[in-house]
């Protein structure tokens, strides 16, 4: 048990990237680890604006998103139409904190 709990806080550790000087995670990464497609969770997100201000989320630019995909030799994200958003602590605590997402 004490090893599952530490393999998964390593997966998490490793998906916090820090931008903007800030400690964040992104939509994709945050949709798999509440089992929503990327799509449903941003549509949640959009629905509840009002809960997500600037200092909670915000969407990288191209520059950032070209630098951060740089980190890493292929990319899992795949071709993207758009560029991720990206929460900060308070902002993934509002997604888990809130029923904004359907049940897995």
């Known amino acids: 048990m004490m090893k599952d709990m530490s393999d998964e806080l390593i997966l ?5 990237h ?9 939509d994709y990464d945050l949709a798999k ?3 929503v497609e990327t799509k449903v969770l941003n549509q949640a997100v959009k629905r509840n604006m009002k809960r997500f201000p600037p200092d909670f989320m915000f969407q990288l630019d191209l520059q950032e998103y070209k630098n951060l995909k ?18 900060t602590e308070q902002g993934v605590a ?6 904004m997402l359907p049940p897995t």
């Open 12 to 16: 998490v550790q490793n998906l916090i």
């Open 18 to 26: 820090e931008i903007r000087g800030k400690r964040v995670m992104l």
């Open 33 to 35: 680890l509440y089992h």
């Open 70 to 87: 740089s980190q890493f030799v292929t990319s899992s994200w795949g071709g993207t139409r758009k560029m991720p958003f990206a929460f």
């Open 94 to 99: 509002m997604l888990s904190g809130r029923p």
